[in-house]
C-alpha cells in the first residue's frame, strides 16, 4: 500500500541559500503511476539514523513539464531537510510514494477565470505549480499572486517566477511582500496578515473579481487571510489551503481530547474489532479504543499503511470509515466535504465504536 518506488535524482540545484531544487528521474514505466495534479506533493523516505523518516514535498512544477521536481527548505534542527540538504546528489537513488493531495480545482481551457494565491516562504511550491498550469491550461484565465518572504535573497523559485512573469506579463501579477527588506510602495512591505490582506484588497485587488483563491503559509497566516477573504465576501468554497506544518497549540487541544477519552470508563480498556481494507484485501485486527490512533494500531499488526507526518496535516493516511465511529484528535488537512462523507485521517483517529471497517483505497 505505501508503494514507494525508489527513483533516481538526476539534479540537485541551489535554490535559496536554504533551499534546494530537487529534480527525480521518471522512467517511462512509471509515467502513469506519477502522473501528477497541480498542487500535489510526493512523500520521500529515508532511513535516518536507523530511523524510517517521511516527509512530504509538494510539486513545484507545472503538470505540462511532466517533470517530478521538489524544493526542500532547510528547517533550523529539521531531522529530513537536514538529511537532505546534507546528502541529496545527483545519481543517488531515493524513495518517493506517487503523487497524492487536492490541493487544487479542475481545470478548463474554455474557463476564464481571476485565481488568487496567497504563498509564504516555502509554501510557494504547491501554488507555483497551480499558477503555471492553470496559466498553461487556461488561455483566458489570469492569476494574481501574493507571496511573502523576509527578504529578495530568500524568495524560493526566484527565477522561475520571473520567467513566469515574463512569459505571461498580461495574465500574472506578483506581488512580493517582504518584511525585512524595505520595498518602494509601503502597502508591500510587512507580513502577509489580515491587515495586509485587508489593505491589498482595499487598494490592489478586487475580491469580487476573484474566482478561486489558494492559500499555503504558516498556520496562523493561512487562517488570517481565509478568514478576511470571507469576511471580504468570498465563500468558504471557493478558498483552498494547504499547511505543511502546524501550530503546537494544537498539540496541546489534542492532548485534552486524549484526557477526555482515557478518563472515560466506558472506553478505557475497551477492544475495537478493525478492518482495514487496502488495495482490496482486508485485514482484521483487534485493537485497544484508548491507547493507539487507527494508524499506529494498523502499522503495529504488520498491515502496510500509507502514511508520513503522523500529525493529521499531510493526509496521506486518508481513509473512509464505512461502518463504525472513529474520534479524531486533529485535522489540518481534511475538508468539511471530506468529512460529511465519512473520510478521516487514520493517524489522528480513535476507535469510537465496537467495530469499524475502514477503506483506504476510496479516494473520493
Ligand atoms: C502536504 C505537504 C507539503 C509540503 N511541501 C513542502 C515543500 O514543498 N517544501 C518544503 O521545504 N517543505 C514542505 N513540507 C514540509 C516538509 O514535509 C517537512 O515538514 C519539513 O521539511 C521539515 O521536516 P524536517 O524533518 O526537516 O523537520 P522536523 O524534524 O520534522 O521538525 C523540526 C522542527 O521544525 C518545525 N517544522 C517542521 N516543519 C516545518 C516547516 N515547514 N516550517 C517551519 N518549521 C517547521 C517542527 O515543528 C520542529 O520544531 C510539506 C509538508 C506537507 C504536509
Known amino acids: 500500500m505505501s508503494h514507494f518506488h525508489s527513483l533516481s535524482i538526476d539534479r540537485v540545484q541551489q535554490d535559496t541559500r536554504d533551499a534546494i531544487i530537487v529534480s527525480l528521474h521518471l522512467p517511462d514505466e512509471l509515467r502513469s503511476v506519477f502522473a501528477y495534479q497541480q498542487g500535489q506533493h510526493l512523500t520521500l523516505r529515508a532511513m535516518i539514523d536507523g530511523e524510517d523518516v517521511r516527509r512530504s514535498y509538494s510539486l ?40 497524492m493531495g487536492h490541493f487544487q480545482v479542475p481545470l478548463q481551457p474554455a474557463q476564464s477565470r481571476h485565481y488568487l494565491a496567497f504563498a509564504a516562504g516555502s509554501g510557494i511550491t504547491p501554488i507555483y505549480s497551480i499558477i503555471k498550469t492553470s496559466l498553461l491550461t487556461e488561455p483566458h484565465s489570469r492569476v494574481t499572486l501574493v507571496y511573502g518572504n523576509r527578504a529578495s535573497s530568500t524568495v524560493m523559485l526566484r527565477e522561475a517566477l520571473a520567467d513566469l512573469k515574463d512569459r505571461f506579463l498580461d495574465r500574472l501579477s506578483i506581488v512580493h511582500v517582504m518584511s525585512r527588506e524595505k520595498q518602494e510602495i509601503d502597502l508591500f512591505n510587512g507580513r502577509i496578515d489580515a491587515d495586509k490582506c485587508r489593505a491589498l484588497a482595499e487598494h490592489w485587488i478586487k475580491i469580487n473579481d476573484v474566482d478561486v483563491a489558494f492559500i499555503c503559509g504558516p498556520e496562523s497566516m493561512t487562517r488570517q487571510v481565509s478568514e478576511t477573504l470571507q469576511s471580504l465576501g468570498m465563500i468558504k468554497d471557493q478558498i483552498k489551503t494547504e499547511l505543511f506544518s502546524a501550530a503546537t497549540v494544537d498539540a496541546a487541544a489534542a492532548a485534552a481530547r486524549r484526557q477526555a477519552r482515557t478518563s472515560d470508563a466506558s472506553v478505557l480498556g475497551a477492544q475495537c474489532e478493525v478492518s482495514f481494507i487496502i488495495d482490496g484485501h482486508h485485514h482484521q485486527i483487534t485493537m485497544q479504543r ?75
Not at 67 to 72: K, R
Not at 83 to 89: P, Q, T
Not at 322 to 349: K, P, T, W
Request: charged share 20%; hydrophobic share 40%; glycine share 8%.
Open 60 to 99: 513545484c512544477s507545472a503538470v505540462q513539464d511532466q517533470q517530478l521536481q521538489i524544493a526542500i527548505k532547510k528547517v533550523s534542527g529539521g531531522v529530513f531537510s537536514g538529511w537532505a540538504h546534507a546528502n541529496l546528489k545527483a545519481g543517488m537513488t531515493i524513495d518517493v510514494m506517487p503523487p
Open 290 to 364: 484508548d491507547t493507539q490512533s487507527l494508524l499506529d494500531a494498523g502499522l503495529a499488526h504488520g498491515i502496510d499503511i500509507r502514511y508520513a507526518c503522523k500529525g493529521g496535516i499531510c493526509a496521506t493516511c486518508r481513509c473512509k470509515v464505512v461502518e463504525g465511529r472513529v474520534d479524531m484528535d486533529a485535522n489540518h488537512a481534511l475538508e468539511d466535504y471530506e468529512i460529511a462523507r465519512g473520510f478521516v485521517l487514520s493517524c489522528q483517529a480513535f476507535a469510537a465504536s465496537e467495530r469499524l471497517v475502514l477503506d483506504f483505497d476510496q479516494d473520493s
